[in-house]
Each structure stands twice: as structure tokens, then as C-alpha cells.
């Protein structure tokens, strides 16, 4: 489903940020992404959704190449996958049913097909009450599962997410990875970047290891 | 029946044009709920394009009316062709015959020399004078009436230049000076509002062009946001294209509102003046085909600034 071919990628200002990454995710597969900050994390998942692009190397998504994607083709790219953030970005101008709804208001769907996806999104997120809320009213944890159900409402293929349960204490963090993993049971790929070690320790899964930029271990969850 | 119009409502879900309704749809609601959201603002941009397009229109009526205040008021200019006295009567037929064929002519109107001493008997007073006189010293005349499209001073030269060189033509006399000082200043003063339609016209765009990168710069979340979740960038301009179309059309209907007040007030003001001269002298207004190419003109201009202030900034780099 993922796979980097030697992929190398430097800031304009020359500081390497990944050198020669080779790596396969199988498609139904979980795998977490650790490392220090700055070992390069978050350039990864960026260079897979299009926000990046490799100096060197191939980065290729269900058989296509992002590296090679025009600019105009990257928002149909973003679409098969489902992408959360540390610090969620939400529209904080919109109510949360609005936020989750977005993605199928770009790709046009009808108001009750929202309706119902939206819906099922929320409940699985457990935020269903919440639906009218805007998403300064919501703690930080209920902020980033709405971030969760926005990447999940269009049901994408991978599930892309950076720090999710950054600013979040251990028992809300739980509860997040318990929700990927769900997800990951119907058949969503799922990559995470994390730098909780604890959190991830006794989960049986793919380990990718950054450091400064270089993949210095890939545990398989056979290990 | 239900079950088939059912299954045809879910084939066409997503086909393209219920999906491409919906979004511009979705465009407009964005549009309606940003205008609510900064209603002042938005008026007051509004009445400021609506200003801006409502000066050139007056001024375009005022031109207008005062081409027709030339027509209606100072008689059309002619040329006088003062025949030789010692031309016969067949030659003079002649020549009136070489006169009508000129293409600028409308009509000739030919006074023999009975004629003319009878009208300036009548007109002049000095009849008793011209009794004195052993032979009538008046010439015979042709007064030529040249077309409409033939009213312009360089054409009226032209002709006359022309019908001199004629056989038995003595002199061709034409009265214009006042055409011509008319001609120049309704000439000057469509200059002038050209010149100011077209910085007005700037004006607009950049009005518009300033607010739409404000409503850019505002929503500057929203629209990262957007293109992190695959909006396409058509899908993210639409809302802003529409707002600029909208801030035009609407200043438009304004603006024609406005210039309508200022002819109706004006209007009563010039009844009086023109009525003191001992002539009545009507402004006429906008009629439906100029209402609607300001319209059309505001429409797309606001389109055309919305759509360079938003590729400008699309293309600039700034997902972080």
C-alpha cells in the first residue's frame, strides 16, 4: 500500500531531514513511526499526502507515484487517505458536524448521504452529542477525535496521523489508539507517528524507527 | 414508479451534474453566510463600488443628453452654392443634377434668381431699395441639405472643396461655426468621461481585488485546512469568485439606482432652466440595453479581480 524506494529529502537551506528511507506497508497493515523530534516523522507522513516531495527517490501509494503526481492531481490524492494532526485543525468557525462533513461537501455527496456518513463518523468517535458544538467548547481529546472522524467519514484507504495524542494524558491517549486500531480491524492502513514509546509498548505491531533521518529499525510485529 | 425514480436518484448521485450543482451550491450558501457574517463591511464595500461606477455613469448621461440638446436644438448646418449669374437655364439644371448625385447629399433645394429676390424682399425690408437697381443682382441659389451620417465639420469641408470645382459654381458658403463649436465640446466632454469611466473602472477592480484578499486572508485557516483534505483549488476559489460576481452586480443595481435619483433631481432643475430659455428640454435616463451592459460590465469585472487576487494567492507557497 505504502512503499518508499530509497527516498531522500533536504529543506531548501540543505539540512537533510530523510536520507534514503526503504520501507513496505502492507495494505490492512498498522504500523507506528517512532523517533526523537526533528528525526524526521512528520516529513514522512507529509511526503506521502503530497505536502512534500522527495529530492531522490520514489514514494508510491497504491501504485501511484506522489512524487511524480502534478499539482493538480495531489487534492484527488488526499482524498483516499485520511490525515490527523497534533493539533487537529479544525475550522474553529464551523460547527463540529460541519468539520466533519467537509470532505463529502467537496466531493459533492448529496445532504442526506452527509448526513448519514457524518453521523456514523461522530458515533463511532463517541462525540455524536456533541454534534452542534463548535470545537473551542470541546477538550482537547474530544477536539482530536473529531479530527479522527473527519479522516475517517470519507472512508479512506490509509489513515495518516502525526502525534495524535500529543498534548493528550495516557488514559485519553488509550483511547485514541484503541479507536486506530479499530479502525485498522476494517481494513484501513494505518501509519502513526508517535514519540510515546510507553504508549505503544506492549502492541504487538510494526515498529519504524527514524533517527536523524535514517531508518535505524524496522521491528515487524512478529518480532 | 417510486422504486425507479428512487434507483434513479441514487445512479445520479454522483454523476456530474447533480455533484457540480450541489457544489456551486455549497459556493453561494458559503458566499451568503460570509456576506451575513460581515454585513457592514460588505456594505460599505458595496457603496463604495456603487460610487465608484455611479460617477461615470452620470457622466456618460450627461454626454448623452447633451449630444441630444445639439440635435434638437441648433439646425442642422448647410451648404449655400451661390450659382454664376450668366449660367443658362439648361446648365443650371444640369449642374443642380451633378449636385443631387453626391453620395453625402440628401436633398437640394434650388432658388432661381426670381426667387431669391423674393425672399429677400420678404425677409430684408429693403424692397424699395432694389426697385432702385436696374437688374436684379441676386444670384440664383442651391441650398444643399447633406445626410446625417454626412454632419461631421471634415466631411462637410470636403464637399464644399468638392462643389467649387464645379462649372458655374461662384462661391459655396457653409455656415457651421456654432456646429462645429458643438461638435468639439460634446467631443470633449465624451473624452472626459472616458477617461474617468476607465479609472473608475480600476477603481472597481481594485476595491474588489482588496476585499477579496481580505476574505482570503481571513479564511487563511479554512483554506489550508481545505487543501489538506483534497479540496481542489477550483472547489476553494468558487466561493470567492461568486462573492466578487455578487459585490459587482449588486454595486451595479445600486449604481444605476443612484444615477437615477441624481436624473430625477436634476431633471427639475433643467425643466426650469430650459423652460426660462422658452424651450422644454427632458433628460433622458439610462434606457434597458445600457442598465444591463453596466450590469454585465460590474459583473465581471468583479469576477475578473476576484480571480487574480485568488490565483495570486493560491500559487503562492504556504502550507506549512
Redesign the interface.
Known amino acids: 500500500m505504502i512503499r518508499f524506494k530509497r527516498v531522500s529529502k533536504a529543506y531548501s537551506g540543505g539540512r537533510p531531514a530523510l536520507q534514503n528511507i526503504d520501507f513496505h506497508l502492507n495494505k490492512g497493515e498498522m504500523a507506528f513511526l517512532t523517533g526523537h523530534s526533528g528525526a524526521g516523522k512528520s516529513t514522512l507522513l507529509r511526503l506521502i499526502c503530497g505536502l512534500e516531495r522527495a529530492n531522490d527517490g520514489q514514494v508510491i501509494l497504491n501504485g501511484h507515484d506522489v512524487s511524480q503526481l502534478k499539482k493538480q492531481d495531489i487534492p484527488f490524492l488526499r482524498r483516499n487517505i485520511g490525515m490527523i494532526f497534533q493539533d487537529h485543525q479544525l475550522l474553529m468557525d464551523h460547527t463540529i458536524y460541519d468539520n466533519v462533513a467537509i470532505p463529502l461537501i467537496i466531493l459533492g455527496k448529496p445532504l442526506e448521504e452527509i448526513r448519514r456518513r457524518v453521523s456514523a463518523a461522530l458515533d463511532k468517535v463517541g462525540l455524536i452529542d456533541k454534534m452542534k458544538f463548535y470545537p473551542i467548547q470541546l477538550s482537547g481529546g474530544e477536539q482530536q477525535r473529531v479530527g479522527i472522524a473527519r479522516a475517517i467519514v470519507n472512508r479512506p484507504m490509509v489513515l495518516l496521523a502525526d502525534e495524535p495524542t500529543g498534548n493528550l494524558d495516557d488514559k485519553l491517549s488509550k483511547d485514541i489508539l484503541k479507536l486506530f486500531e479499530e479502525l485498522n480491524q476494517t481494513g484501513v492502513t494505518v501509519l502513526m507517528a508517535t514519540h510515546n514509546l510507553g504508549l505503544i509498548r506492549r502492541k504487538h505491531r510494526r515498529i519504524l524507527n527514524l533517527n536523524q533521518g535514517r531508518l535505524t529499525g524496522d521491528r515487524h510485529a512478529e518480532d | 414508479m417510486l422504486r425507479i425514480r428512487k434507483n434513479n436518484q441514487q445512479r445520479d ?2 454523476s456530474f451534474f ?3 450543482k ?2 456551486i451550491h ?1 459556493a453561494w450558501q458559503n458566499v451568503y453566510n460570509d456576506f451575513r457574517q460581515h454585513a457592514i463591511a460588505s456594505l460599505l464595500t458595496i457603496i463604495v463600488i456603487a460610487i465608484s461606477i455611479t460617477l461615470p455613469t452620470i457622466g456618460y448621461l450627461l454626454w448623452k443628453n447633451a449630444n441630444q440638446a445639439a440635435h434638437q436644438w441648433y439646425p442642422t448646418p448647410n451648404l449655400t452654392v451661390y450659382i454664376n449669374k450668366t449660367l443658362n437655364q439648361k446648365d443650371t439644371d444640369n449642374l443642380i443634377k451633378q449636385i443631387t448625385q453626391f453620395p453625402e447629399v440628401e436633398r437640394v433645394n434650388y432658388l432661381s434668381r426670381d426667387e431669391t429676390l423674393q425672399e429677400f424682399k420678404l425677409w430684408s425690408g429693403f424692397s424699395e431699395a432694389l426697385e432702385l437697381l436696374d437688374e436684379n443682382p441676386l444670384p440664383a441659389v442651391a441650398i444643399i441639405m447633406p445626410k446625417d451620417e454626412a454632419k461631421q465639420t471634415a466631411i462637410l469641408h470636403a464637399i464644399q472643396t468638392e462643389i467649387v470645382k464645379l462649372k458655374g459654381v461662384d462661391d459655396v458658403r457653409l455656415d457651421d461655426s456654432w456646429f462645429t463649436r458643438l461638435t468639439t465640446f460634446t467631443d470633449m466632454v465624451k473624452t472626459i468621461v472616458w477617461t474617468i469611466s476607465i479609472f473608475m473602472m480600476i477603481a472597481v477592480a481594485l476595491v474588489i481585488g482588496n476585499s477579496i484578499r481580505l476574505a482570503i486572508f481571513s479564511r487563511r ?2 483554506i ?10 477550483g ?1 476553494i476559489l468558487r466561493p470567492f469568485l461568486y462573492s466578487g460576481m455578487f459585490n459587482g452586480f449588486i454595486s451595479a443595481i445600486l449604481a444605476l439606482i443612484l444615477s437615477e435619483i441624481f436624473i430625477f433631481r436634476i431633471d427639475a432643475i433643467i425643466l426650469n432652466v430650459s423652460s426660462v430659455f422658452g424651450t422644454i428640454f427632458n433628460l433622458e435616463g439610462l434606457n434597458w440595453d445600457e442598465s444591463l451592459f453596466i450590469i454585465l460590465i460590474a459583473t465581471m469585472i468583479g469576477w475578473l479581480s476576484a480571480l487574480l487576487a485568488t490565483k495570486k494567492y493560491l500559487n503562492m507557497p504556504h ?1 506549512n
Open positions: 448521485d454522483n447533480p455533484r457540480w450541489r457544489q455549497y485557516q479554512t489550508i485546512v481545505m487543501q489538506l483534505i483534497g479540496a481542489t483549488d472547489f502550507i
